[in-house]
């Protein structure tokens, strides 16, 4: 392999083996709204993957993201609805107390398909929730989510453990082919899991 030249030199890595230099790296992260971009072979290909995985952190779970929850923009600036960015699905409270699954989107909370499985001594009750934006054919949504329901691997659902989900309730639900699963902070993943 070619060695690194002082053009192909990463700030981050210097000289390393292996390293390429195809991409660029903006100078300000673009979900900051950067646009300019350091000349290619600056930062390497691998320093420009790490720290993507840690903007994309940083955008969607600090409160960085809460300007764009309540007012946008999407991607690339958009104030359409529907060029939105990936919105951070969460435990939603209502003023009743009632917990569900859902995100806020351009200020707007939006629930998400779901079902809730609550264990009591009269033994299991589920009960599901669809969200308000689908239209037509509920059977055919409730029909298609438990068709998925039975193809996944529970192992690769998002966990999310929220204080206000009642010890006795699971919630499950699914967003864009993504599954998620909450339950109340004080159970164990791993028992949760093996359920």
Excluded at 33 to 53: I, P, R, Y
Excluded at 56 to 62: Q, T
Excluded at 99 to 107: R, T
Excluded at 139 to 147: A, E
Aim: glycine share 8%; with cysteine; aromatic share 8%.
């Amino acid at each position: 392999m070619e060695k690194n030249t002082i053009e192909n030199m990463c700030v981050y890595y210097k000289d390393a083996e292996g390293l390429r230099f195809e991409k660029q790296e903006h100078i300000i992260p673009a979900f900051l709204g950067g646009k300019k971009m350091l000349d290619q072979g600056v930062v390497s290909d691998q320093a420009n993957e790490l720290f993507s995985g840690i903007e994309k952190h940083v955008s969607m779970e600090s409160f960085i993201n809460i300007n764009r929850m309540f007012l946008g923009p999407g991607k690339r600036g958009s104030k359409n609805p529907k060029k939105s960015g990936n919105a951070k699905v969460s435990v939603m409270c209502a003023p009743d107390g009632k917990v569900s699954l859902g995100y806020i989107l351009l200020g707007k909370p939006k629930q998400i398909m779901q079902c809730f499985l609550e264990t009591d001594t009269d033994g299991n009750k589920l009960t599901m929730a669809i969200d308000a934006e689908r239209e037509g054919d509920l059977k055919k949504y409730v029909d298609q989510f438990f068709k998925d329901l039975k193809k996944i691997d529970i192992k690769k659902a998002v966990y999310i453990s929220d204080s206000r989900i009642p010890e006795n309730q699971k919630i499950l639900g699914n967003h864009n082919g993504r599954w998620f699963l909450a339950y109340n902070s004080m159970l164990d993943k791993n028992v949760i899991e093996q359920e």
